[in-house]
């Protein structure tokens, strides 16, 4: 049985070298499921509240271990709905999203330990494991995850035509590579920054081209297609006294950089743009969804942090086509889960995704199965984030 007998907490490294949440979910069965929390540094305004990872394991241990006791794992809502009765305030406050997302996912994945089954069927039904999400992959990056590098947070590589995700997440691999080689030939430096990205300290302008060039060579080499798209975080670069986005010495009002996102659209065939105006500006985002969305996806992350209230009023306005899901934005997987089912319905595309900082858990790459994402944004390479990646190789090849 998937009766909940057992959660223990403590804390563990990020790969930022910070502390994080790790829970153990134990059964009366002897099923076990391990869980740990990531961590944003551009993280979104509206975002449920991490807490110190000390604070929040002791909060979580005095109030939500006692009510977590005899719930049955197999039942996510019931488990989360017992860490958020343990918490009582709407943002996870009480006792950090950190902690709450570490359980939600450890009791998930007690319970598949239980039914002897994989962690994406136990949460997406005995159908899922047939489609995968196309892995967008980081391979030039700045903002708020490396200094003296772009303005822009994140290029995304984006094996569109891959015939397979074993396949998708090569290429990958190849763009991150070949925007070395690109760099190199340029004479260009680049550290790497804390999602494993390329960090060169060139202009947007200057990634945009090494990019293009480098996915070019790439797309020729694999013989299917590979488009690229942007996290651009825009919240982190306006300004609100200024009422502006700020990119170093230049500014731009928001119908500029409208403008400036709809001509990256064009110019660069972009699939996918993230977050490319501030996370208040649901009327912003509306205009460039309504002027680009034919042809790309406009995704809410900042915009949406996982929460189905502020996704409802996206759909209500018509500010995005697609939406982020990460699940310690909201704090549980049946908050993540609502978010999902809200957009599908709505006809919006689903992006599961990673934070910035990340430990080994591999529950996204299972939930991207789960709710027959269409994308899947983790990374490109280093451990933590190849974690999901080969987690996700083997789902397709039926090794898990
Ligand atoms: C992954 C991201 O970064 P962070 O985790 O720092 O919010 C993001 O902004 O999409
Ligand atoms: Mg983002």
Known sequence: MTRITGVSLRRVLDSRGNPTVEAD??????GFGRGAAPSGASTGEYEAIELPANESIAAAREHAVPRLE?????????????????????????????????????????AADV????????LGGAFRGENFPIPLGNVVGGGEHAKEATHIQ?????????????????????VHAAVADVLDERGVPAAKGDEGAWAPPISDADAFDVVDEAVDRVEEEVGFEIRFGLDMAAAE??????????????????????????????????????????????EAFAELTDRVGDRTLICGDDLFVTNVERLREGIDTGAANSILIKPNQIGTLSDAFDAVELASRNGYETVISHRS??????????????????FIKTGTVGGERTAKLNELVRIADDAV
């Open 154 to 174: 994140e290029f995304l590589a984006a094996p569109v035509g891959a015939p397979s995700v074993s396949e998708a997440v090569f290429a990958n691999a190849a």
């Open 237 to 282: 670069l306006y300004d609100d006294d200024e009422g502006a986005y700020v990119y170093g010495d230049e500014t731009k009002s928001t119908g500029e950089q409208i403008d400036y996102v709809a001509s990256l659209v064009d110019e660069y065939d972009l699939a996918y743009v993230e977050d490319p105006l501030d996370e208040n500006d649901y």
């Open 115 to 122: 039914l002897g089954a994989p962690l994406y069927q136990h």
């Open 25 to 30: 979910v134990l059964t009366e069965s002897g």
């Open 357 to 374: 900082g990340e430990t080994e858990d591999t529950t996204i790459a299972h939930l991207a199965v789960a709710t027959d994402a269409g």
């Open 70 to 110: 005899g719930v049955y794992a197999g039942d996510q809502r019931a488990v989360d709905n017992a860490l958020r009765a343990a918490d009582g305030t709407d943002d996870f406050s009480a006792i950090g999203a950190n902690s709450a997302v570490a359980i939600s996912m450890a009791a998930a994945k007690a």
